[in-house]
């Protein structure tokens, strides 16, 4: 008979140097080359038997490059210091995310102590070689240890700790907490190695660790804590003031008096003797007494977040213990109404928000919709893409954080009343809200040095446990505790600068930047859960060492990262500055506020009288002595009509007025106006990327006129005239801005600039994929005009 596989056999004997030359003249393997391989790889293996040997070839672009070509080097990244290779692998594919043709490129992967590392085996560019936004510590191909969200395997199998022991997959799969996904085919590699690679990437980034196993004590070591960067806006912004690290009582009493707050400042805690939960140094309300500090370790303890011009002041604690001693929760927050008129209005939002648990399920649900294998599954999806989003819950989850914040802002702004906001630990949504409320009140903290310190004062010193909610560590036990806090509280104020972009000197790639930061295990700003974790652990390094506590840079250096040109991008180029008021002008007059100096219970007023401050302290001790604490004290739910109608009434109140970017600033709660954070999520994503449009042309634009306004500006300066312009202070960095921007002319930019250039686009039709085809399948056209679109509200993007 005739058989068919060994004239197939004879055929690929006489042209083999052929198809040899073929394979390895190509850089890119693509789907048409990879079955052609893994046909010569499977002869011999199936069929009937022969007479003769069966012939099996197992060939690799490798091999195939080792006939011709002397073997080269394997390549390896630019180590940082104190980071080592644990293993690398060859002849590695690393996939791209266009389509399903299954095409990529050819590299080493390396595993070290800090980052995994695709390193290709093609000549870098000249374009990626003059990336102007490029991070330091790691390259686009990089993907730290921390930022290690989840690996699938073969058949999009969830890969866990523990299981891998002698087996490793033809396809891996890595989503990063940066949204970043990498694909890579282990199929070409030497079984060893693809064998040690894959279980290395499991171990390090997946099983359980020690704190001191984290990179950044091994990077502490091995560098200086002095860095310089010369030139450059952002640079100059920081050489003239620092962020301040509320690490000393100066720094407390410099913020309480620029504040005029009333209060006093405590240093008991500067060894961590009162608790190693509470801060270093903090402050509280004037009658707090020293007795009440050394009870239940901080717990109740109302710290003093801010204070506003009226003499009221924000104030945040844990939750209060009813159960233990009523007169210890009586004494707190008598001592908080003290502070301003007897009055005091308390917040429960374990009651009235979200659960950290229920914050961690709705965004892993939500950044689903985002981690993408490849181009042709995202538009399969995208359908029902705004319903979808909508339904997780991310973004109402926004709206109620935002909500309680303007119902805290109307009761200081409109009723002068103290506010006491409280939560199990304290140390959370307590977070989140008392910053949202200073962002709101306070223009100092829309300042970009304003802000770091902002973020310094409440979640580092205010003991947020950033290593707990990130899990860098991988602990069983702390599973539970994980939750995306911080990441919602910048998703909150990326919502306001969006609606008041003048407003805040810091630029969304900033924001970006800082979300991203937090994945980075090099900055003690996110690796600890207090200040006292911190300090313990930096401290028990030094015998090791035999030298100084560990000096490890916190992620305000951004000099780190970034050179100067990058860290220009920080910066909004239409921010507009408060204009500097002329000192030989006297004060305006404040008119007081007319209220009711009475508390917030109608059922004890007292009438004014002579002795109306004694008789109003009478009312409260017997409000507060109370076994259960009274109905006063609980603000209504945010989903009841009179608050919601409340706070709408403040809000259209506050719209009445001219806009001032240096005053109070409101979010509209409305649903179009909450919005997903394109860039953080979107960028990518390279066919949803807007080439030459987006917002970044529409502030370059802008910047181009507002620069050339100024030209004119000081053109009629120079001839003597004189004209009031609301962007005086903004000259120098909308310049500035111009430039950086004019840097990247010869790339197209895209929406997701600076951190996606010019690619190579695979441009998708406008039109749904799932759409067209049932278009295609009908033959009618014109019924696109007549169907609904399934999706929800179209302004979330």
Request: neutral net charge; aromatic residues 10%.
């Amino acid at each position: 008979m005739f058989d068919g596989r060994v004239l197939l056999k004879q055929v690929i004997l006489l042209f083999w140097p052929l198809i040899s030359t073929w394979v390895q003249g190509a850089e890119k393997i693509d789907s048409c080359q990879l079955q052609v391989l893994e046909m010569l790889s499977s002869l011999g293996s199936a069929g009937g038997k022969s007479a003769k040997p069966s012939f099996v070839s197992y060939v690799t672009p490798e091999e195939i490059k080792s006939e011709k070509e002397p073997s080269r080097k394997e390549k390896h990244p630019d180590l940082l210091p104190g980071e080592v290779v644990f293993c690398s692998a060859s002849t590695v594919l690393k996939y791209t995310q266009d389509d399903l043709s299954q095409r990529g490129v050819f590299g080493v992967l390396l595993c070290t102590n800090f980052r995994v590392s695709f390193v290709s085996d093609e000549e870098p560019t000249e374009e990626m070689v003059r990336t102007l936004f490029k991070n330091k510590l790691y390259g686009e191909n990089d993907i730290p240890l921390s930022c290690v969200d989840n690996i699938y395997g073969d058949k999009r199998k969830l890969i866990t700790g523990g299981l891998v022991k002698n087996k490793y997959p033809s396809k891996m799969i890595i989503h990063c907490k940066d949204l970043r996904v990498f694909q890579f085919s282990l199929s070409f590699s030497k079984e060893e190695d693809a064998k040690k690679i894959f279980q290395g990437i499991v171990h390090h980034c997946l099983e359980p660790k020690s704190l001191r196993c984290l990179f950044a004590f091994s990077y502490c070591e091995n560098t200086s804590p002095n860095r310089k960067c010369v030139g450059g806006l952002f640079t100059k912004l920081l050489r003239k003031k620092q962020t301040v690290m509320f690490d000393s009582v100066e720094d407390w009493t410099q913020d309480m008096k620029r504040t005029k707050g009333n209060c006093r400042v405590v240093s008991e805690n500067s060894n961590f003797e009162l608790s190693p939960k509470l801060p270093q140094y903090f402050i509280v309300p004037k009658n707090v007494s020293d007795e009440d500090l050394t009870k239940y370790q901080g717990k109740g303890l109302p710290m003093w977040c801010w204070s506003h011009h009226s003499g009221c002041a924000l104030f945040k604690t844990a939750s209060i213990p009813l159960v233990q001693e009523d007169n210890v929760c009586c004494r707190m927050l008598t001592a908080v109404a003290h502070n301003h008129l007897y009055s005091v209005k308390t917040e429960d939002l374990s009651d009235t928000l979200p659960t950290v648990q229920d914050i961690l399920l709705s965004y892993n649900k939500f950044k689903q919709f985002f981690l993408i294998d490849n181009t042709t599954e995202f538009w399969m999806s995208d359908m029902k893409w705004f319903s979808s989003l909508d339904n997780c819950g991310w973004l109402d989850i926004i709206r109620q954080c935002l909500q309680k914040a303007v119902e805290v802002v109307e009761s200081l702004e409109k009723e002068n009343t103290n506010v006491l906001i409280m939560e199990e630990g304290g140390s959370d949504l307590c977070c989140v809200v008392s910053s949202l409320v200073q962002l709101m009140l306070d223009p100092y903290y829309r300042t970009l040095l304003g802000f770091q310190s902002l973020v310094q004062k409440e979640w580092v010193a205010g003991g947020h446990a950033f290593l707990d909610r990130s899990n860098h560590l991988h602990l069983k036990d702390k599973v539970e505790s994980q939750s995306p806090v911080f990441l919602l509280f910048l998703e909150c104020v990326w919502q306001l600068q969006q609606q008041h972009g003048p407003a805040f000197q810091f630029s969304e790639t900033y924001l970006t930047v800082l979300s991203d930061s937090v994945h980075v295990p090099v900055f003690t700003t996110f690796l600890f859960n207090n200040d006292g974790h911190r300090d313990s652990l930096l401290r028990a390094e030094s015998p090791h060492t035999q030298r100084s506590p560990l000096n490890c840079p916190t992620v305000w250096d951004w000099s780190v990262q970034f050179d100067c040109k990058a860290q220009d991008l920080f910066t909004n180029p239409l921010y507009t500055e408060k204009p500097k008021q002329d000192t030989s002008v006297r004060k305006s007059y404040r008119p007081r506020h007319l209220r009711q100096l009475s508390l917030p219970s109608s059922a004890f007023k007292t009438p004014p009288k002579k002795g109306f401050f004694k008789d109003e302290a009478d009312n409260l001790k017997k409000i507060l002595g109370v076994k259960r604490l009274s109905r006063w004290m609980l603000s209504p739910s945010s989903d009841s009509p009179q608050t919601s109608s409340s706070v709408r009434e403040f809000y259209e109140a506050w719209q009445t007025k001219p806009l001032d970017y240096h005053g109070l600033l409101l979010p509209c709660l409305d649903g179009p106006s909450i919005r997903v954070w394109m860039q953080r999520y979107l960028r990518w994503i390279h066919d949803v990327q807007i080439l030459g449009g987006g917002p970044v042309a529409m502030l370059s634009k802008v910047s181009e006129i507002l620069g050339e306004v100024q030209e004119l500006q000081r053109q009629l300066d120079r001839h003597g005239c004189t004209l009031t312009s609301n962007h005086k202070g903004a000259r120098p960095r909308a310049k500035t801005a111009a430039a950086v921007i004019a840097a990247r002319s010869s790339v197209r930019l895209s929406s997701s600039f600076p951190f996606v250039t010019s690619r190579n686009w695979a441009f998708k039709p406008a039109i749904p994929t799932s759409l067209l085809q049932s278009l295609m399948v009908t033959g009618m056209p014109g019924n696109l005009a007549d169907r609904e679109d399934d999706g929800g509200p179209e302004s979330l993007v």
